[in-house]
Nanobody, 112 residues
């Protein structure tokens, strides 16, 4: 069992930046971020394996950067050049063995 706690969401103007953080209760293989807007399915934003292999959604490439601190079981998402289309609840995700784990989510709202 892995427990995830997110922090760092909030309200920001278009063009601004936010940094999300997620603390895991133990070591994981994959950690990352998904997001969900009202009326839409949850979608991948970015994810990173414990050895540094990354995947990004096309919509965030060049603007968002995922990073990890394996020693502290943390994952971060630096979000720059935010647009109103980035408004969503952002969920931390972790994978360990056959298990998928989710945080409770943190709201990110980008005003125009």
């Amino acid at each position: 069992q892995v427990h995830l706690v997110e922090s760092g969401g909030g309200l920001v103007q278009a063009g601004g930046s936010l940094r999300l953080s997620c603390a895991a209760s133990g070591s994981t293989f994959m950690m990352g971020w998904y997001r969900q807007s009202p009326g839409k399915q949850r979608e991948l934003v970015a994810r990173m394996t414990s050895v540094g292999i990354t995947n990004y959604a096309d919509s965030v490439k060049g603007r968002f950067t995922i990073s990890r601190d394996n020693a502290r079981s943390m994952v971060y998402l630096q979000m720059n050049s935010l647009t109103p289309e980035d408004t969503a609840v952002y969920y931390c995700y972790a994978q360990l063995g056959p298990g998928d784990y989710w945080g409770q989510g943190t709201q990110v709202t980008v005003s125009s």
